[in-house]
């Protein structure tokens, strides 16, 4: 599977507008929503912010990747965000 399988335009922001970790994570959730690949939202932004509390999915250089693995997911799917001015993510190397 590539990635141009997994990533629709209708998923993809690039000039995110947001101001906290909590909004980055609800605007990724709307955006995988849009790509049509989940049945329940409320389930999975749930799963996401539970996911979160395991551990910051910040990875570093300016890069997060909020996710869950749960039944709210119809199918596979990325969505993709650029916040320009970037976002405190807990992330691993403590930048935005």
């Known amino acids: 599977m590539k990635i141009v399988d997994l990533l629709r335009k209708e998923s993809i922001n690039l000039n995110g507008e947001v101001r906290s970790k909590k909004e980055t994570i609800d605007q990724m959730v709307d ?8 049945a329940d939202v409320d389930i999975y932004r749930e799963g996401v912010y539970k996911r979160e509390e395991e551990g910051t999915t910040g990875i570093g250089e300016g890069i997060a990747i909020p996710h869950a693995k749960t039944d709210a997911v119809k199918a ?7 916040v320009k001015e970037g976002v ?6 403590g930048e935005p």
């Open 88 to 93: 405190d993510y807990d992330s691993l190397d």
């Open 76 to 82: 596979p799917g990325l969505a993709a965000m650029v």
């Open 31 to 38: 955006l995988m929503a849009a790509g049509g690949n989940i």
